[in-house]
Antibody
Framework: QLQLQESGPGLVKPSETLSLTCTVS??????????WGWIRQPPGKGLEWIGS???????YYNPSLKSRVTISVDPSKNQFSLQLISVTAADTAVYFC???????????WGQGTLVTVSS | NFMLTQPHSVSESPGKTETISCTRS????????VQWYQQRPGSAPTTVIY?????PSGVPDRFSGSIDSSSNSASLTISGLKTEDEADYYC??????????FGGGTKLTVL
């Protein structure tokens, strides 16, 4: 059974960089069928797609976050990562990592991790 | 890029049928598949419908999806409502550049 697990700091200071890693187990991140993505959900609000990556390194970003986001992949570790720079309180959210079939639809989600931006 | 608009909330009684709409702002609803996710409080979303009208294994056939080109919208219909269906529901689609878009979510209350 495929599992995705987010890891990283739960508290980040304003203006600093948010960094999270997603470890994939039970399947290969190098599968040609799937993309890997990050989705976030501010407290009490809806889902927002941040971006996706293919195992080859091709990336796709939400235009509203593109200037601050970098998603990378490490097939040797079966991991992919998120970096979000210059964070503010508005970036406080539960961050989910996910597998996307064909890059189009999410079929597996991580459990999510709450990241709070506060001094 | 396009937006997906959902009603903020809906409510219906147990045993009844409820339909949640998802309207695409630009471009044809039929041009890219629509997915529907259920999210209970404190949990990650799970898929209830993919590719407009397909149910993953384990999802009851009380859940069905459809698209309507005339209204440029997708719909999730839940029949024989149960209290366990009470959750937030999100529609999702994408564009040709693999940019993923979520609807704002609909809170379903079963009372």
């Amino acid at each position: 059974q495929l599992q995705l697990q987010e890891s990283g700091p739960g508290l980040v200071k304003p203006s600093e960089t948010l960094s999270l890693t997603c470890t994939v187990s039970g399947g290969s991140i190098s599968s040609s069928t799937y993309y890997w993505g990050w989705i976030r959900q501010p407290p009490g609000k809806g889902l927002e797609w941040i971006g996706s990556i293919y195992y080859s390194g091709s990336t796709y970003y939400n235009p509203s976050l593109k200037s601050r986001v970098t998603i990378s992949v490490d097939p040797s570790k079966n991991q992919f990562s998120l970096q979000l720079i210059s964070v503010t309180a508005a970036d406080t959210a539960v961050y989910f990592c996910a597998r996307l079939y064909g890059g189009n639809s999410v079929d597996y989600w991580g459990q999510g991790t709450l990241v709070t931006v506060s001094s | 890029n396009f937006m997906l608009t959902q009603p903020h909330s809906v409510s219906e009684s147990p045993g009844k049928t409820e339909t949640i709409s998802c309207t695409r702002s630009s471009g044809s609803i039929a041009s890219n598949y629509v997915q529907w996710y259920q999210q209970r409080p404190g949990s990650a979303p799970t898929t209830v419908i993919y590719e407009d009208n397909q149910r993953p294994s384990g999802v009851p056939d009380r859940f069905s999806g459809s698209i309507d080109s005339s209204s440029n919208s997708a719909s999730l219909t839940i029949s024989g409502l149960k209290t366990e269906d009470e959750a937030d529901y999100y529609c999702q689609s994408y564009d040709s550049s693999l940019k993923v878009v979520f609807g704002g979510g609909t809170k379903l209350t079963v009372l």
